[in-house]
């Protein structure tokens, strides 16, 4: 697979970009897994054998969580928008539709000259595992 | 449009990406904090308050038969530094030049990156802040002037954390002075100064500006932690035919849940 989750030469991206691609890219990759297992989980007879992956699949529960929180983190646009939609009763597409006219004018213009990924800020958060 | 009102400065798409990368460049590498303690957020603009789960006793009640208590929180600061671009830099920018003139927004981004450090490491009493220096129940350890004998109160100080328990590895934030002091130093025998306190921390050193001394600082999670709103942005306030005048905010706030996680050397 190589550097496929790179839409973009990889050496005009900045370090945050590329950090945020490589976590995009596990995320698919653990709902990816969650399908499979849930597949898996319904044609399977063996009861020890569903609960073996049963198991398994609870593992890529708690990745593709920890991967969604991480870049929700670093990307606060992305964040809200989330927060107005997930964990509540009610229509799904209604919640999507209001949080995301919350989170953007979407008459304004000069959304397109926010920093990357839809964040209004610069991107920075937590230094804590780029110690030299 | 956001609070930050960037859609109404006179500033292309990529003059935009050319300010945001040049802020983040220079902020990277001085925010010594973030890169030792815990960071939750960014919450948002609107996020005001760090929720400290204790009380306060309310003296009267409205009424008989009830009683209440109310609860403290830790009220979030704005920092902002202001700075300006020439609107013919930014032209010339468009143009193609590569030598953009942001001295202004370096200096700018030294600052709130010094601000930070030093709320974080050393208190901001005005805006409650308790800082990790203040905090600790550490007797303060002398470092010296001379980078040689750096080595002894670092042990001095890890020795002292092992002992309260507070388990590695362990970080060392050195200010400005004393990191300097320690790059440009060879021990006896020509071995980096650094590397040999490296080995002692078992954990990295970091270049902290605003730090006074130094601070040895357990890197296990969980001890100190920076809330942050809204994370470090560049906002736009006004223009004229000259310059654009910009500036760097963030809105943050800290809490030490461990003081005894951290000792403070004195330089």
């Given amino acids: ?132 | 449009m956001n609070h930050l009102l960037r859609s109404l400065a006179p500033i292309s798409d990529s003059a935009w990406d050319l300010l945001d990368e040049e802020a983040r460049e220079r902020l990277t590498s001085a925010l010594a904090a973030r890169k030792l303690v815990d960071f939750s957020g960014p919450h948002g603009w609107k996020h005001s308050a760090t929720n400290l789960g204790r009380t306060s006793p309310v003296a009267a009640a409205p009424c008989e038969g009830v009683s209440a208590v109310q609860r403290r929180v830790l009220p979030l600061v704005e920092v902002r530094a202001d700075f300006e671009v020439s609107r013919a830099e930014l032209r010339d920018f468009d143009r193609g030049a590569d030598d953009a003139d942001l001295a202004a927004l370096d200096q700018a981004a030294h600052q709130i990156a010094v601000a930070e450090n030093v709320a974080v490491f050393h208190g901001w009493k005005d805006a409650s802040i308790t800082g990790i220096a203040q905090a600790s129940p550490h007797e303060l350890l002398e470092l010296g002037t001379v980078a040689d004998g750096y080595p002894r109160p670092v042990a001095g100080a890890v020795q002292r954390l092992l002992h309260s328990g507070i388990s590695g590895p362990y970080a060392l934030a050195l200010g400005g002075e004393q990191y300097q002091r320690v790059v440009e130093t060879a021990e006896h025998g020509g071995y980096p100064l650094l590397d040999h306190l490296r080995k002692i921390l078992e954990g990295p050193i970091v270049w902290a500006p605003g730090v006074k001394g130094a601070v040895v600082i357990s890197l296990r999670g969980g001890d100190f932690r920076f809330e942050s709103g809204q994370d470090l942005s560049i906002g736009y306030d006004s223009h004229d035919s000259e310059v654009v005048h910009l500036y760097l905010v963030e809105s943050f706030t800290f809490h030490v849940a461990t003081p005894e996680a951290a000792v403070p050397l004195k330089a």
């Fill in chain 1, 1 to 132: 697979m190589g550097f496929d989750q790179y839409h973009e030469p990889p050496e005009e991206l900045p370090p945050a970009t590329r950090t945020f691609a490589r976590l995009c890219a596990s995320l698919t990759e653990e709902a990816e897994a969650i399908g499979w297992y849930e597949q898996r989980l319904a044609v399977e007879p063996d009861p020890e054998a569903q609960a073996v992956m049963r198991d398994a699949q609870g593992e890529e529960f708690k990745h593709f969580s920890m991967d969604l929180e991480f870049l929700l983190r670093r990307s606060p646009a992305w964040r809200q928008i989330a927060q107005g939609v997930l964990f509540k009763s009610g229509d799904i597409v209604e919640h999507g539709e209001d949080a995301e006219a919350e989170t953007f004018d979407e008459d304004d213009p000069g959304t397109d000259s926010a920093p990357p990924n839809g964040s209004v800020s610069l991107g920075i958060g937590s230094l804590k595992g780029a110690l030299r």
